[in-house]
């Protein structure tokens, strides 16, 4: 079936679905499903239409313009989408969520195609080979005798990676248990673009080792979280969350080997909420549409 | 805020939403949220709208004849609701469904008002009188001797307590562990209005004692279905389901006691949501919109 | 049956379990239950003992005793437990926790006696009431322009509550959304005898008002904590965990309403642990059995 | 670290736990883990010890004999357990279990040999390729014209099947959605030592095309079970049980889709609890020591 997505936001005010709505069966579309969300008239409002374009009559690429007037009239922000997106998936040694993912897409949860898969080691190469995905390694060369060279070389680094992502037209990039902490420089590249999967249940547990902190703690639940990475630090806007109980009988690796499965399944649900354009950012947090 | 519910159901056009969204605009209601479901344009289409009405041009007591023309051209089921839905709660001897309606009653979480409390037992008068509802009893007389004239005394109660239903306006009838079968004759008098808890986890320990069945069978999870009361026993449509996992060392003292968090927390949220006119019954299912 | 309840704790060393089990079955006991953990001979080792005691030899008040030559030559911290404990609920204004304590221990589910409802406000008097537990008032007096003077009132205030928990032999306390921090007094009173409940899921969102705080960050999971209540807010050992998945149409108000639900369980479960002699506190972390 | 775990049940009597540790302890192991239950002096008890064997005096193969005194005096079904199991794996044409269950074993989750995979299919040798595991296939050869012999293939292939397991001392058969309904000549050879994951939650929804059934009878949550294979479809003793919640939008294919995350995990936590030594069957139902 021929589809597309619109979501939009905008202050709300009267008028808006008959407006959007009005658009689509006026154009030969039908409106398949159809969310909106808003905290009254004075607030923002947020909506996302899935249309089935079978007979619609503008054409994929005069979507924008012949929307513009009603999104001018009532200060909207929109997007169509219309195509599966093209998704970099970047791992370094943990294969759990890479694995995860590319199963998910496999059988068809995940509706992404994955021209690439990237690290910064070699261990993953069988794994992408094992899936006919072609892998790329992109080292960071150190040098154990000057940080900032090692500063620098990842910034050589990424701006390789960044060139060959843009070069294989990449809308999304999965850090799949990446390992590495991106520059401003890559983050701005693909702003609200890149998904980070973080070990530990945030705003809890920021930083390095996170299953070693709740362990310190000793919270009786564990968990990880999907978020955009930004500039701060496993500070960007949530997208999903996962817990697990654990007990006094479990040992950090224990807590390691249960967040694999909650690490895996958080990824991989906000991967699809994205993939899906059932996403939206507004002031730091994240609507999530069913 | 002065607010109605529209439910539809019919089969699926182009243009439906366009419809119900420009009604509602026209009249100058605005929507607070809107949510539809269909399977495509050849299948059956459900959809819920929430209208902010305190503009809204139409009294009340026209709705129904404003909105016929449109019913009538996509052959639609609605049904409008701008009132707060009076309940009656029918008990025996448990409390905790009883306590657990009347505490998210009090906290504003279930929208209902509760003119009466009904029982075959006076165990429970305490409770009512706790909460300051009018509590009253209808005893079934039992003749030892006869088992017809059981039946026939059942009837008698339950016409006794229908007609005082009526006389009350009541529109949902809670059977928060009632613990009685009802015949067909209350069942036909709220169709689709009486709402069960079953303490198993449907369709799997129908009829009596199903934590005693659940323990017997050696499953490790036990479950609560809150349905629609139909002739058929604990086969009516499915509203909510709940579980908890249970392990050997738990007696069947312990499944009821875990399963009474189960219960109550089934029963309200399906009390709540036909409470909120978010459920449609289509095909012996029901759509319990989010 | 007449049962009693061991907790030990001590370094791991062979022959513990032999030497535990042995005293019981010679003077006639019969090990209901027995649970241990250790993380080898080089740690720390923890048992609890289940024991029914119908038959025993040693009676009740010279259990101690007869016990320490195997406790000495083990170096075991231990303690014996053979009556159901008295426990005291200090409330505020929030019933929610209270209602749910109180039937829970009416079921049977937890097996505490509770002697005395405890508030600074006269709001939950009709809840002791209705459940026929006396009911007392200690308001702390405020002067408005003197912040010492409150701090004072304060802590004349928990003085009278000690004294009372004293005279009536409070060995727990329950602090059921009581809303006041207490003092190092008052802590110091009951040491790992007081348990708390977390409107947060620690260590995130400590402190005042932490659904707003967890609506602010945007988490798409909320939770509670049931603690030992120390000196330091909100840091005491953790006893139990709960969360709930909330999405962007959730408002604070509702993060209230759903948090109820978690908050109750938590504490109730922290509360049955600890009546059931199931916890150890170890290095500032909790180990409960099951 | 060399280690054993021994599972007992017996009739419930005084001193048991002592003869054990007593036993344990007089020649030189540690124990590191203990777990028992009954119900009572009048009822059955089961134990199950995992002992730190580095200094034990008795050989592996002596100590079934050593331990015959004690197991005779109460009359103990007993089972020693010292080495990691060897386990086969069968599938048929769906991977996520098979997946799952190797990348846990590498993880170190599992502790299993996995020695060969098998299949009437070979559609997955690709699998076992990537995990350098051997993988054998076992067609069933099919006569359309007759039935009968259709199921003397299936013998036949069921027989070289055993005859090869036996030959590769399999202990621990694995069905990763096998899609085979194994006669009783294969569940005899391997009495409770082959775990089955079913598609839905038993008893419920038994035979085939659970999802189908579930989607047909609206419930909303869907669940798998993971059991011991016997004589009777999908009425083994069960292991474990997982649920995940559904709502109307899903179809069959969703299900499906959730289905797997939950197969999976259920197939691996029994497969994970028997390599453990964990289960004890009794009376049709199993204990699954923590």
């Given at each position: 079936?021929?589809?597309?997505?619109?979501?939009?936001?905008c202050?709300?005010?009267?008028?808006?679905?008959?407006?959007v709505?009005g658009?689509?069966?006026?154009?030969?579309?039908?409106?398949?499903?159809?969310?909106?969300?808003s905290?009254?008239?004075?607030?923002?409002?947020f909506?996302?239409?899935l249309?089935?374009?079978s007979?619609?009559?503008?054409?994929?690429?005069?979507?924008?313009?012949?929307?513009?007037?009603?999104?001018?009239?009532?200060?909207?922000?929109?997007k169509?989408s219309h195509?599966?997106?093209?998704?970099?998936?970047?791992?370094?040694?943990?294969?759990?969520?890479?694995?995860?993912?590319?199963?998910?897409?496999q059988?068809?949860?995940?509706?992404?195609?994955?021209?690439?898969?990237?690290?910064?080691?070699?261990?993953?190469?069988h794994v992408?080979?094992?899936?006919?995905?072609?892998?790329?390694?992109?080292?960071?060369?150190?040098?154990?005798?000057?940080?900032n060279?090692?500063?620098?070389s990842?910034?050589?680094?990424e701006?390789?990676?960044?060139?060959?992502?843009?070069?294989?037209?990449?809308?999304?990039?999965?850090?799949?248990r990446?390992?590495?902490?991106?520059?401003?420089?890559f983050?701005?590249?693909?702003?609200?673009?890149i998904?980070?999967?973080?070990h530990?249940?945030?705003?809890?547990?920021?930083?390095?080792?996170?299953?070693?902190?709740?362990?310190?703690k000793?919270?009786?639940?564990?968990?990880?979280?999907?978020?955009?990475?930004?500039?701060?630090?496993?500070?960007?806007?949530?997208?999903?969350?996962?817990v697990?109980?654990?007990?006094?009988?479990?040992?950090?690796?224990?807590?390691?080997s249960?967040?694999?499965?909650?690490?895996?399944?958080?990824?991989?649900?906000?991967?699809?909420?994205?993939?899906?354009?059932?996403?939206?950012?507004?002031?730091?947090?994240?609507?999530?549409?069913?």
């Amino acid at each position: 079936m021929n589809k597309f997505t619109l979501l939009i936001d905008c202050h709300d005010q009267k008028g808006i679905v008959n407006a959007v709505s009005g658009f689509i069966s006026e154009n030969g579309g039908n409106i398949i499903d159809s969310q909106q969300y808003s905290l009254g008239l004075s607030a923002h409002f947020f909506m996302r239409v899935l249309v089935d374009a079978s007979e619609f009559k503008i054409k994929t690429e005069d979507l924008d313009a012949a929307f513009s007037n009603i999104a001018d009239k009532f200060s909207m922000s929109f997007k169509f989408s219309h195509h599966t997106k093209r998704m970099a998936i970047l791992v370094s040694k943990y294969d759990h969520c890479l694995y995860d993912l590319l199963l998910r897409k496999q059988y068809g949860e995940i509706n992404v195609e994955v021209p690439i898969i990237i690290s910064n080691h070699l261990d993953l190469k069988h794994v992408a080979t094992a899936f006919n995905i072609p892998f790329e390694y992109y080292p960071i060369e150190r040098d154990e005798y000057d940080t900032n060279s090692h500063y620098d070389s990842k910034l050589r680094q990424e701006q390789r990676i960044i060139n060959r992502l843009k070069e294989l037209n990449i809308e999304l990039v999965a850090l799949a248990r990446y390992m590495q902490i991106l520059t401003p420089q890559f983050i701005n590249a693909y702003p609200f673009k890149i998904i980070n999967v973080h070990h530990g249940f945030l705003p809890s547990f920021k930083g390095a080792r996170p299953y070693h902190q709740a362990f310190e703690k000793g919270v009786k639940i564990i968990g990880a979280t999907a978020h955009y990475a930004t500039e701060d630090l496993d500070m960007g806007p949530i997208i999903e969350q996962g817990v697990i109980s654990i007990d006094h009988r479990d040992t950090v690796e224990d807590y390691i080997s249960k967040g694999r499965d909650i690490e895996k399944q958080v990824l991989a649900k906000a991967i699809k909420a994205h993939a899906e354009d059932k996403i939206i950012v507004h002031e730091g947090k994240t609507l999530v549409f069913d």
